[in-house]
């Protein structure tokens, strides 16, 4: 667990010189109106690429968007360079992608909110009145819990499927990643038997046990509001992916294995989430210029981002969140765990 905090992955893109290259990583190649340039190939899968040739002036075309999600259903992770979005075309992008945006549930209103829109998540540095985010502020411990390894929204009984995560502002001193984990080779690779084992298997998802883990000090004991707005949420721990291949769906949320005690559910959560996390399956991202973006899909991959330093620079992002619309969209319910013996 500590180690998921701490690791910085040898695995970048773009890659650094002959020493770093990516594993398997092959040329650009045309797709439409689009460049491609995919950034881990394996016999079992693809994972990430770069996806340049993009109009970002004006509304993408649907069949542009069509492609783009074909491409997203095998890469999993999309990223996007200098796209010059502001707040009002990032929000359009998304509802492209999906029927609706999750609202950000800590939005208090316009006056409160530095980014002023209540689909955009502020994930970066930055308070209200353009100071960095202070050292032990609540703040700071809550981002704690972000580098951790996670899907986005996985504590919502009805979950979210992509993330949209925009750079208006990043270092100009480097430093700045995410890293993706991908789950569906991850699973695939797995030893029969363990799939035997895991195949019915129901997860809780809890907001305020990843916070608990990143900040026990201060997330020990969330307040009476903060676990009033984020009650658990109960998911299948094997999925189908987009693209049809199994996957593991998990993250830092994941507090307990239904019907397990808290100890043994940590145990093999932890254990999986390792073995997602494995070099081979991850790389990491970076944050090169303003402008860039890097679009996720929660249900076949896992990110985590670089935890807050005294010595960061600022650090603008914001992210849009898509509501589901898949068939595992609602996670599994009370009445379902009767009828599958979880409970
Ligand atoms: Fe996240």
Partial sequence: MVNAFTTIYETTYPARGPVLKLRGSSES???????????????????GAEISGIEWNNAIDPEVVKQLIGLQDKYGVLI??????DNARHIAFSQQLGEKLEVNPFFYGIEKDRVKEPFLWDVGNIELDGSLVRPNSR???????????HTDSSY??????????LAHKTPNSGGSWTHFADTRRAYAELPQAKKNFLENLVIEHDLWHSRKLGSPEVYGNPLPHELAAKPPAYHRLVQVAPDGRKTLFLAAHA?????????????????????????????????????????????????????????????????????DDGPLALGVSAEEMITMKCV
């Fill in 255 to 323: 507090k307990r294995v239904v019907g397990w005690s808290l100890e043994e559910s940590q145990k093999l959560i932890w254990e999986l989430i390792d073995h997602c996390t494995q070099l081979k399956y991850v790389f990491s991202m970076e944050w090169l210029s303003d402008g860039d973006m890097v679009w996720w899909d929660n249900r076949q991959s896992m990110h985590r981002a670089n935890p807050y330093t005294e010595s960061m620079g600022a650090r603008d992002v914001r992210r849009t969140t898509i509501i």
């Fill in 156 to 165: 919502h009984q009805h979950r979210s499927k992509y993330s949209l995560l």
């Fill in 29 to 47: 190649f045309q797709h439409g109106s689009l460049t491609v340039t995919p950034v881990i190939m394996s016999d079992n899968s693809s994972f």
């Fill in 80 to 85: 996007f360079r200098k796209t010059g979005l």
């Fill in 139 to 149: 703040r700071w411990h809550h981002s704690l819990g972000n580098a951790l390894w």
